[in-house]
């Protein structure tokens, strides 16, 4: 198992660009494929981006594909979220997560084991 622990959320304006980590304990973070999943109030949580635990393959939910990006660095143990041109909608908890599947890019909640607390992003117009 990991425990995952998310930062860099905060108040930012629309167009603006945050970058979210996400830090990993433990000796295997390469055999974790990691995601990024988010939830507004009142709705459910959501996939945002995916990568593999080599870092060779991504894949983003549509409404972010082109804004934001996914990436990991396995000697910090850590992922990233890089998220530009930021919309009203993007207002939400984002969530870290990491799938024992290291070799795939899951997109659905029901395929990740382990979930960080969540951090706040927060987009004002």
């Known amino acids: 198992q990991v425990q995952l622990v998310e930062s860099g959320g905060g108040l930012v304006q629309a167009g603006g660009s945050l970058r979210l980590s996400c830090a990993a304990s433990g000796r295997t973070f390469s055999r974790y494929s990691m995601g990024w999943f988010r939830q507004a109030p009142g709705k459910e949580r959501q996939f945002v981006a995916a990568?593999?635990?080599?870092?060779?393959?991504?894949t983003y939910a549509d409404s972010v594909n082109g804004r934001f990006t996914i990436s990991r660095d396995n000697a910090k143990n850590t992922v990233y979220l890089q998220m530009n041109n930021l919309k009203d909608e993007d207002t939400a908890v984002y969530f870290c997560?990491?799938?024992?599947?290291?070799?795939?890019?899951?997109?659905?909640?029901?395929?990740?084991?382990?979930w960080g607390q969540g951090t706040q992003v927060t987009v004002s117009s």
């Open positions: 997560s990491a799938s024992g599947r290291w070799w795939t890019t899951p997109r659905t909640k029901y395929e990740y084991e382990q």
């Open positions: 990568i593999s635990g080599s870092a060779s393959s991504t």
